[in-house]
Nanobody, 115 residues
Framework: QVRLVESGGGLVQTGGSLRLSCAAS????????MGWYRQAPGKQRELVAG???????NYADSVKGRFTISRDNAKYTVYLEMNSLKSEDTAVYYC?????????WGQGTQVTVSS
């Protein structure tokens, strides 16, 4: 059974930082590309960052230089460190395993950046 559980969202001021965590079941974590997506009100869900099992990363242009994705293979956990947060980063953030077409999503965690 695939399980993805996010945590770490919340309310932060512009310029602040947050770290999101996603605890995954071993069955999916050891074989999957892991990623963070986000969806703002009225907008489509978009990829924020992804990381392969080997640690190769990719980022949306809008977060490059501010966000860092990492994974701890021993803890089956993927992280998203978010710095220099902007109001436009406000969204529900979702953890994903296996790519957007896999169907494996966490429940989402709200990130709200206030000015």
């Amino acid at each position: 059974q695939v399980r993805l559980v996010e945590s770490g969202g919340g309310l932060v001021q512009t310029g602040g930082s947050l770290r999101l965590s996603c605890a995954a079941s071993r069955s999916i974590f050891t074989i999957a590309l892991m990623g963070w997506y986000r969806q703002a009100p009225g907008k489509q869900r978009e990829l924020v960052a992804g990381i392969t099992t080997g640690g190769k990363t990719n980022y949306a242009d809008s977060v490059k230089g501010r966000f860092t994705i990492s994974r701890d293979n021993a803890k089956y956990t993927v992280y998203l460190e978010m710095n220099s947060l902007k109001s436009e980063d406000t969204a529900v953030y979702y953890c994903n395993a296996g790519g957007s077409g896999s169907g494996y999503w966490g429940q989402g965690t709200q990130v709200t950046v206030s000015s």
